[in-house]
Antibody, heavy 120, light 110 residues
Framework: EVQLVESGGGLVQPGGSLRLSCAAS????????MHWVRQAPGRGLVWVSR????????TYADSVKGRFTISRDNAKNTLHLQMNSLRAEDTAVYYC?????????????WGQGTLVTVSS | QSALTQPASVSGSPGQSITISCTGT?????????VSWYQQHPGKAPKLLIY???KRPPGVSNRFSGSKSGNTASLTISGLQAEDEGDYYC??????????FGGGTKVTAL
């Protein structure tokens, strides 16, 4: 069974940092592109970042470019999102998501999400 | 980049068909046949309903169908059921390995 389990969320002050993790199981993690998508409380989905299967290529939304870094450890089946210089508007539930077909942008499995709250 | 435009809410009676629109630009929806649709129930992760404009993943009911014309994509739910209530999001490839979601549509079965 495919499972994605996020962790690392919490309360952080503006300007602070957090590192999110997404533990994957039930599939060959190293074969799939992975993404992060966030959802502010009561708001819609917003795409954040993507990484290819071997970690050699990454892309970011303009709103997080230069502040967030996506990475992966295929040996540990884990996806990461390093978030620096956090702002109040980064407050959201962060989901990791697996693409349906490798190299594409449709997500067939999502984690349960981890809440990041940026507040003083 | 602004979100794709979706109606805030759409409602229908059980058994009826409803359609949700998703309007983008010539840089996203209009340029690629890479539009997907997701259903999200409260407190849950989204579920993929449609990908590549009109394809259904295994296990998704054929009551859900997708189409696209120009810069606007559409999701149609046929034979609306109470279990279809929830939030629906469109998503489009926007070039440069980036994605853009719609603002979401709340579907209500009256």
């Amino acid at each position: 069974e495919v499972q994605l389990v996020e962790s690392g969320g919490g309360l952080v002050q503006p300007g602070g940092s957090l590192r999110l993790s997404c533990a994957a199981s039930g599939f060959t993690f190293s074969s799939y592109w992975m993404h992060w998508v966030r959802q502010a409380p009561g708001r819609g989905l917003v795409w954040v970042s993507r990484i290819n299967s071997d970690g050699s290529s990454t892309t970011y939304a303009d709103s997080v470019k230069g502040r967030f870094t996506i990475s992966r450890d295929n040996a540990k089946n884990t996806l990461h999102l390093q978030m620096n210089s956090l702002r109040a508007e980064d407050t959201a539930v962060y989901y990791c998501a697996r693409v349906f077909i490798s190299g594409t942008f449709d997500f067939d499995y999502w984690g349960q999400g981890t809440l990041v709250t940026v507040s003083s | 980049q602004s979100a794709l435009t979706q109606p805030a809410s759409v409602s229908g009676s059980p058994g009826q068909s409803i359609t949700i629109s998703c309007t983008g630009t010539s840089s996203d929806v209009g340029s690629y046949n890479l539009v997907s649709w997701y259903q999200q129930h409260p407190g849950k992760a989204p579920k993929l309903l449609i990908y590549e404009v009109s394809k259904r993943p295994p296990g998704v009911s054929n009551r859900f169908s997708g189409s696209k014309s120009g810069n606007t994509a559409s999701l149609t739910i046929s034979g609306l059921q109470a279990e279809d209530e929830g939030d629906y999001y469109c998503c489009s490839y926007a070039g440069g390995s980036t994605l853009i979601f719609g603002g979401g549509t709340k579907v209500t079965a009256l």
